[in-house]
């Protein structure tokens, strides 16, 4: 088709031959903290990036001005640098954009796609009640659309402050191919009447600011949870207005709780600060919020997220609803525990030590740190679950269980307990003292005392840890006879 400007043919414009570099926002209004569901998002946008060496950037959405906080702010960048989660531009502030979003909204009414409405809060509400009553779907019935001069100047002489309302021509239908939902189509009849995108006030609202950021950042991909679905059209109706082409849209589904509701506060956490606390490690966190709608097509379900970004595609995101599975993530987080190394774990767990009450300070020296770090790593699936089980080793004096005071009580275990001591105090061990070394002392014991060893074992637990569960016996009595307790444990129960 030599009619064309690229001649293959006339469905072809300059913009389909340019290289387009993806471009991705994460929007988050800062009315409340990081939520997990705002880091999936945040997930999906870094993955599509970085899969295509596209930009990433950060919007902060802070125009409502009631609602906003720059404490929730600082929440959200914080949560983000915690996950890893990194932005190529912004934050950006629509705070700061106040007058562009002016400039566009008197360029709608200039242009006659916008008009101000002067209809009352009370005017609203009658016309809701009179459309509930009449059994039909609340809307906005275009009223002010057609004002005269005078009508409005009446009004204005009342002091009514007016809105501005985008005009929806109706009915038309509005669709877009979604790229994790398909084709989408929307009546504007649906859309709720002529939309508001000022208030009297002069500050602009979500879809107009949106469409706005959206064209002057250039964002060829809007990646964002599947509750702005309802958005969308009237998004693509201001991008027409505005003489630009709608980038295109991805909505993911959304998180629910293992019941199928919206996952709340009830369910154990919703920001990702509470995650942290919670003890999981951001790369267990980011692989996990990955995986909810997402698997990488060679099914491996651990991986990191620049793995992951090398085969992210939005044909693998699954359509249904996420199910939020505590024990799956409790599982990958104790995944990336074991493969922390010793001095990575011990940076990691340091935080949670110290916030029981730990005294870093007063250890033998760095390694005996990550011995320890090592010994409770085995066994938890969680940060926070490693000062309860280490507590034995940092705290002085011992605090004991029921059960390990009825054990102590058993006949012959103080005995036992006394000889343990003895042939402890006089052996000549190995430094820096194995557990190995010790066993052979335990079975020495054993003989001695003629006790079988699981009941000495069981009975040295108790002495040393002050409870009949913990993390490996040989290894802590090595801990702590490193430390310099393990005799005077075994004398304080005698
Ligand atoms: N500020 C909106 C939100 O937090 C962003 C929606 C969007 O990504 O367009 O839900």
Redesign the pocket.
């Known amino acids: 088709d030599k009619g064309s400007p690229c001649g293959l043919g006339s469905g072809c414009s300059v913009r389909e031959l340019l290289p387009v570099s993806v471009r991705v ?5 800062p009315t409340g903290n990081l939520h997990i569901g ?1 880091a999936r ?1 945040a997930v999906f946008n870094w993955l599509y990036a970085r899969r295509h060496g596209g930009q990433f950037i950060l919007r902060i ?1 802070d125009t409502d001005r009631e609602r906003s906080s720059p404490r929730y702010t600082r929440n959200i960048l914080a949560g983000l640098a915690w996950l890893g989660l990194d932005w190529d531009e912004g934050p950006i502030y629509q705070s700061n954009r106040i007058a562009r979003y002016q400039a566009v909204v008197q360029q709608l009414l200039d242009q006659g796609l916008a008009y101000r409405c002067y209809v009352s809060e009370a005017e609203l509400e009658a016309m809701r009640a009179a459309q509930k009553a009449a059994g039909k779907a609340p809307r906005y019935d275009n009223r002010h659309r057609f004002l005269t001069e005078e009508q409005r100047r009446a009004y204005e002489a009342e002091g009514r402050q007016p809105v501005i309302r985008f005009k929806i021509e109706e009915p038309l239908e509005v669709s877009w191919v979604d790229l994790i939902r398909g084709p989408i189509t929307w009546n504007t009849q649906d859309l709720g009447g002529d939309m508001v995108i000022a208030r009297a006030d002069g500050y602009p609202l ?1 879809n107009l600011a ?1 469409v706005v950021d ?1 064209i002057d950042m250039g964002i060829t991909h ?1 990646i ?2 599947e ?2 679905i309802g ?1 969308t059209p009237k998004q693509i109706l201001l991008y027409r207005a505005l003489g630009h082409e709608p980038p295109q849209f991805a909505h993911s589904p959304l998180i629910l709780n293992p019941e199928g509701k919206k996952l709340s506060k009830r369910d154990g956490a919703t920001s990702v600060a509470e995650f942290q606390q919670m003890g999981f490690l951001p790369e267990a966190l980011k692989n996990y919020l990955a995986l909810l709608s997402w698997s990488p097509p060679d099914g491996e379900e651990i991986f990191s997220l620049e793995k992951a970004a090398t085969m992210f595609d939005f044909d693998r995101v699954n359509r249904a609803a996420a199910r939020f599975d505590w024990d799956k993530l409790n599982w990958i987080n104790s995944q990336y525990i074991k493969q922390l190394s010793p001095a990575e774990l011990v940076e990691r767990l340091t935080p949670f030590w110290q916030a029981a009450g730990f005294d870093l300070g007063s250890v033998p020296d760095p390694t005996w740190l990550e011995d320890v770090a090592r010994l409770v790593a085995e066994g938890i699936d969680r940060l926070t679950e490693a000062p309860p089980l280490s507590r034995f080793l940092f705290q002085e004096p011992l605090s004991y269980s029921l059960p390990a005071l009825e054990q102590l009580r058993l006949p012959g275990v103080a005995e036992a307990m006394a000889a343990m001591a003895a042939t402890l105090a006089a052996a000549e061990l190995p430094q820096p003292v194995s557990a190995d070394s010790l066993k052979l002392l335990v079975e020495e014991v054993a003989k001695s005392q003629g006790m079988k060893k699981g009941l000495l074992l069981k009975s040295l637990r108790a002495a040393l840890t002050g409870d009949l569960q913990g993390p490996d016996l040989m290894a802590s009595f090595a801990l702590l006879q490193r430390r310099g307790w393990a005799l005077g444990r075994l004398e304080a129960v005698q």
């Open positions: 926002r994460l929007a988050p209004s705002t998002t959405e979500y949106v959206d809007v964002r949870g509750d702005h958005n």
